[in-house]
């Protein structure tokens, strides 16, 4: 079974820290992803990777930035960590496609991140 | 873009059946996914169907498509307190797009009265 795993469940910073969310995963996949779930708004995709070192803007990349140094990690990175940013922030990732158009996305059982 | 509509909560007896629906603004959508988060947990793939497809039955799970109307819904059959979860659909809307091209509803809790 493909496992991603997301290094903290749950996660209290203060406002203007900065703020380090791990995701990694064992199945060599080529994509990775990062979501925020917000009660009402469900998923917002923040940003997402399709090989080492390439990094692309999803929806809602203000205030985030990411970091893809190996294949199986893809870090978000909260530069200076507001209240506004106070979420359940999942990672997941899937397989570079050869049928096109199916996706099948793996999540990470999230982290809680909130910000005092 | 494209935008998908699901209704926010669900009740049923347990037992009974369960349809959650799904509507979606883009005709060209390809593929369309069902997938289901427990309490604590991510999201993990529950079944999908691809547009030239009307239906897809797996176990108790039925998935019903009509591209006429843009319309997506999950039936569970003899629905059991193990299903009380969230329930998120999404559409990619094109062929060959990456998955970074998804758009996730915004889920329906299916709540299981005993």
């Known amino acids: 079974d493909v496992k991603v795993t997301q290094s903290s469940r749950y996660l209290v910073k203060r406002t203007g820290e900065k703020v380090f969310l791990e995701c990694v995963q064992d199945m060599d996949h080529e994509n990775m992803f990062w979501y925020r779930q917000d009660p009402g708004l469900g998923l917002r995709l923040i940003y997402f990777s399709y090989d080492v070192k390439m990094k692309e803007k999803g929806d809602i990349p203000e205030g985030y930035s990411v970091s893809r140094e190996k294949k199986e990690r893809f870090s978000l990175i909260l530069e200076s960590a507001s209240t506004n940013q106070t979420s359940m922030y999942l990672c997941?990732?899937?397989?570079?496609?050869?049928?096109?158009?199916?996706?099948?996305?793996?999540f990470g059982s999230g982290t809680q991140l909130s910000v005092l | 873009g494209e935008d998908v509509e699901q209704s926010l909560f669900l009740s049923v007896r347990e037992g009974d059946s369960s349809v959650i629906n799904c509507t979606y603004t883009?005709?060209?959508?390809?593929?369309l996914y069902w997938y289901k988060q427990e309490p604590g947990a991510g999201l993990q793939l529950l079944t999908y169907?691809?547009?030239?497809?009307d239906m897809k039955q797996d176990q108790r799970l039925t998935v019903l498509l009509n591209k006429k109307d843009k319309h997506l819904s999950l039936r569970i059959a003899d629905t059991q307190t193990g299903d009380s979860a969230i329930y998120f659909c999404a559409v990619l809307p094109y062929s060959g797009g990456g998955a970074d091209g998804l758009t996730f509803g915004k889920g329906t809790h299916l709540i299981i009265q005993p």
């Open positions: 883009d005709s060209s959508s390809t593929y």
């Open positions: 169907i691809f547009s030239n497809m």
């Open positions: 997941a990732s899937s397989l570079s496609q050869k049928q096109a158009g199916l996706e099948k996305l793996f």
